[in-house]
């Protein structure tokens, strides 16, 4: 979770009332940046950089903060007060198989496709990219509720790509069209508990479970902690069904899981 202090969402107001003259052709191609120089916070109107993240959009403004702001205070915490956080890992069902059926230059193209609608809900729902991992993601949220609700939207938005992918029925056997790309089947797993942060990762007993739950998981599934269920299952507005209690490598005890409807 990023905040926007109170100066620099004073500034942004201001800036957007000075920008009421920008063309649509400006407005398209910049963007309104914050930005952390000398122990005070700026609003600029420029274009977008490399690890810049969305902090908030409104209308046709977006206002996104750089990679520059690590440092800044109360900007960059992504867990709660407690150091409690939901890690959210990704990564595509047979990626292995279907990189060697595609070949190089298609497989890469659906990554694209793949990491630019992961990404696009990532930041709707406001969570922090860790990593990507090739053919997946780790990601933070300070609040659990969030986290469900934007693999929800992940699953829905992966689903309506696979929709438009789907060759239409043929009229006989042979007359049946190749897909021209194939279907991205993504699975996902979360959990919610407190984690070491250093150099910009996460780790501990809470992530590991995390990653070993989406390893469980099949493409278009949902799998989630107990914890997970509990802390976020009722803000996030979304139904469960309980998979049993599996034994997770690298875990002492048999951990309750449960698969997300959506």
Known sequence: MIEVTEQAA??????????????????????LRLVYSGGSFGVSFDFPRE???????????ILLVGADLADAPRLARHSDEQGTV?????????????A??????????????????????????????????????????ASAARALSCAVDIQKAFAAHNAEKTPARAESISARPEPVEARINVRIGLNTGESIKE??????????LAARIAARAQ???????????????????????????????????????????W
Do not use: C, P
């Not at 690890?51 to 403004?61: A, K, P």
């Not at 959210?88 to 279907?98: C, R, Y």
């Not at 150099?199 to 590991?208: L, P, R």
């Not at 599934?221 to 490598?249: H, N």
């Open 10 to 31: 004073q500034l942004l107001k201001e800036l957007r009332s000075s920008m009421q003259g920008a063309t649509d052709e400006e407005r398209a191609d910049k963007v």
């Open 51 to 61: 690890g810049d993240q969305v902090v908030q959009s409104e209308g046709t403004d």
């Open 86 to 98: 939901t890690i959210l890992f990704t990564d595509i069902e047979g990626s292995t198989a279907l």
């Open 100 to 141: 060697q059926r595609l070949g190089d230059k298609a497989y890469h193209a659906l990554l694209a496709e793949h990491n630019r609608i992961l990404r696009e809900q990532v930041a709707r729902h406001g969570g922090h990219e860790v990593k990507s991992m090739g053919d997946g993601f780790m990601v933070a949220f």
């Open 199 to 208: 150099a910009g990762d996460y780790f501990g007993i809470a992530v590991t």
């Open 219 to 261: 493409g278009g599934q949902i799998l989630v902690s107990e914890v997970v269920r509990t802390v976020g299952g009722s803000l996030a507005g979304v139904e469960f069904r309980d998979v049993g209690r599996k034994q997770i490598k690298g875990i002492k005890g048999r951990q309750r899981v449960y698969e997300v409807v």
